[in-house]
């Protein structure tokens, strides 16, 4: 059993510190990085959350594409864009063009 608060949840914690506390307090001229600090801070918590099963499934969908399977292997890297996006943006993911 995890001890809580996990570390996604410390780092939401951070980034509503900097977003919701100290944002509206800085210049207009810091306020760019405290956005960029909550924006980090997330990132890494979906990181902690969904990062290994995410590299887990990354291994599994490209280790059972058959040699020579184009179309296999674009299914398995859309797969893995799509579990990167989910970390690094999520929404973006549901994209469904070329």
């Keep these: 059993?995890?001890?809580?608060?996990?570390?996604?949840?410390?780092?939401?914690?951070?980034?509503?510190?900097?977003?919701?506390?100290?944002?509206?307090?800085?210049?207009?001229?810091?306020?760019?990085?405290?956005?960029?600090?909550?924006?980090?801070?997330?990132?890494?918590?979906?990181e902690a959350e969904l990062g290994a099963a995410a590299a887990a499934r990354e291994k599994e969908l490209l280790e059972a594409v058959p040699a020579g399977d184009e179309a296999a292997l674009w299914h398995a890297l859309t797969a893995v864009v799509r579990a990167d996006l989910a970390i690094a943006k999520p929404g973006y993911a549901d994209w469904e063009g070329e």
């Design 1 to 46: 059993m995890q001890n809580r608060p996990t570390a996604a949840e410390l780092l939401e914690s951070l980034a509503e510190l900097l977003e919701e506390t100290l944002l509206p307090a800085l210049p207009a001229d810091l306020q760019h990085r405290a956005r960029v600090g909550a924006n980090l801070a997330r990132i890494l918590g979906r």
